[in-house]
C-alpha cells in the first residue's frame, strides 16, 4: 500500500484552480486586443513579392451604408495589383487566396473584382479580394478553424 507525505488539500485544489482560470481569461483578453493586428499580419506575411496592397481596410459584408461593422459581421477588403506576365498573375492571385483561405485567422477568402490595368506603362491585375476572418479569439487547441485545412 502506497501513502503520500501530503494529502490534497481542497483549499490548495480551489487556489490552483482559480489561477488556471485567471490565466486562461488574460490569454483571451490579450487574444481579443491583438486580434486584428494579427491578422494584418497574417496578410501581409502571405503576400507574394509580386503582389502590392493599394488598399486594406475592414468592412461590413453587406453594403448597406447603414449598417455598422461588428465583430460578427466584418470582412477584409484588399485592394492590390499582381505584377508579372500574363499567365503567372492568375496564378499567383489564384494561389494567394487558397493560402489565405488555409490560414486558421481567415474563415473564408474570395475574389470580388480583377481587371487588367496598365500602371507604369505594364500590364498588371487589379484585384479586390474579400476575407472573412475566423471567430475570435482562436483557442489554437480546440478551435476548429485554428485546425489546418486540407
Request: net charge positive.
Amino acid at each position: 500500500s502506497t501513502t503520500f507525505a501530503n494529502k490534497i488539500n481542497a483549499t490548495l485544489l480551489l487556489q490552483a484552480s482559480q489561477k488556471i482560470k485567471a490565466g486562461r481569461t488574460a490569454r483571451k483578453t490579450l487574444a481579443q486586443k491583438y486580434y486584428q493586428l494579427g491578422l494584418v499580419g497574417e496578410i501581409t506575411r502571405l503576400l507574394p513579392t509580386r503582389v502590392k496592397l493599394v488598399r486594406l481596410a475592414i468592412e461590413p459584408v453587406s453594403r448597406n451604408p447603414r449598417q455598422s461593422v461588428t465583430k460578427k459581421n466584418r470582412q477584409v477588403v484588399l485592394e492590390g495589383v499582381v505584377f508579372g506576365d500574363e499567365r503567372s498573375r492568375e496564378f499567383v492571385m489564384s494561389g494567394l487566396l487558397q493560402q489565405l483561405a488555409g490560414s486558421p485567422l481567415v474563415e473564408n477568402a474570395s475574389f470580388i473584382k480583377k481587371q487588367l490595368a496598365t500602371t507604369g506603362g505594364e500590364t498588371v491585375l487589379h484585384f479586390s479580394a474579400a476575407i472573412i476572418p475566423a471567430p475570435e479569439p482562436m483557442d489554437l487547441v480546440s478551435h476548429p478553424s485554428a485546425r489546418m485545412k486540407p
